[in-house]
């Protein structure tokens, strides 16, 4: 009986331990959200999962463009959705193993149509996709880390919790400290893609790359890159420290003197969609 009502304590305080952490996080990031100007756009939509999908500007420019789509993981929901909707080729950036196997099982079932809903969480059955316009010359597989330099090797570090797919080149989910546990994987840039695919004005881009998206859209900048739409995952804010906001800050402040403007969504914290201000 005794122990029975030591484990009963210690589950009512990690409780209470995981509930007071969780205020705290949120009271952060209801700090971060309030410094922040949000735009009202009409036509801002979403496709895909609950966990996968995105907020964007449902615009007829997208209709057979070219899209960078970095991170995919083992969700290409909105991928999928985004080739339906408007017949866009989609170049999917991401060199982690469990991703590439996701990426092979959609283009060994292209042509299928959706027979189940999407999954909760991360991992989407194939199923669960309407395959029907997916081929591979419309989602096209770079199997490289999008980063702001090229062709340079680098330590891809994986993530505590193994069940999780994404993977980092700064290693944010361990607070930025050199771990054992990485793979190797070798670099490319937007310009890069860009040119190889010889695409002049790129219409969007969407970043969900584990904390490299800072680095990523300062080089972008910096090569006069300026995409219509800006859809970015700042993955450093979902375990908030100074340097993860420091850091948001720092190229939150940069794309807006660019001429973007911060666009109020329905996605969930910390996504963010930045439209060109002539848009």
């Excluded at 907020?55 to 909105?78: M, Q, R, T, V």
């Excluded at 042509?111 to 996709?129: A, C, D, L, P, V």
């Excluded at 948001?248 to 969609?273: A, E, G, M, V, W």
Aim: aromatic share 12%.
């Amino acid at each position: 009986m005794v122990r029975y009502f030591n484990r009963l304590i210690k589950k009512i305080l990690s409780k209470k331990i995981i509930n007071f952490f969780i205020k705290k996080l949120n009271f952060r990031q209801n700090q971060i959200l309030k410094k922040l100007q949000f735009h009202n756009y009409k036509n801002i939509s979403f496709l895909g999962s609950n966990y996968g999908g995105w907020s964007f500007l449902d615009n007829s420019y997208l209709n057979n463009k070219y899209i960078i789509s970095a991170g995919l993981g083992e969700d290409a929901s909105f991928d999928v959705e985004l080739i339906s909707k408007y017949n866009c080729k989609i170049l999917v950036v991401d060199p982690t193993p469990r991703a590439i196997k996701h990426y092979d099982e959609i283009i060994n079932n292209k042509g299928r149509s959706k027979s189940k809903s999407y999954e909760e969480g991360g991992k989407q059955s194939i199923h669960s996709y309407d395959l029907s316009n997916v081929n591979k010359d419309n989602f096209i597989l770079i199997n490289n880390a999008l980063y702001d330099i090229d062709n340079k090797e680098l330590k891809f570090f994986a993530p505590p919790n193994k069940k999780h797919v994404s993977y980092s080149l700064n290693n944010w989910q361990n607070n930025y400290e050199e771990t054992e546990d990485y793979i190797k994987v070798k670099t490319i840039t937007v310009k890069s893609i860009l040119d190889k695919f010889n695409i002049e004005n790129l219409e969007m881009i969407k970043l969900d790359i584990e904390g490299a998206a800072v680095e990523v859209i300062l080089d972008m900048l910096e090569n006069k890159i300026f995409p219509n739409q800006i859809l970015v995952e700042f993955d450093e804010l979902n375990k908030l420290n100074d340097k993860s906001i420091k850091r948001f800050f720092s190229i939150h402040k940069k794309i807006l003197s660019n001429n973007y403007k911060l666009t109020k969504t329905c996605s969930k914290f910390p996504d963010f969609l930045y439209l060109k201000s002539s848009m």
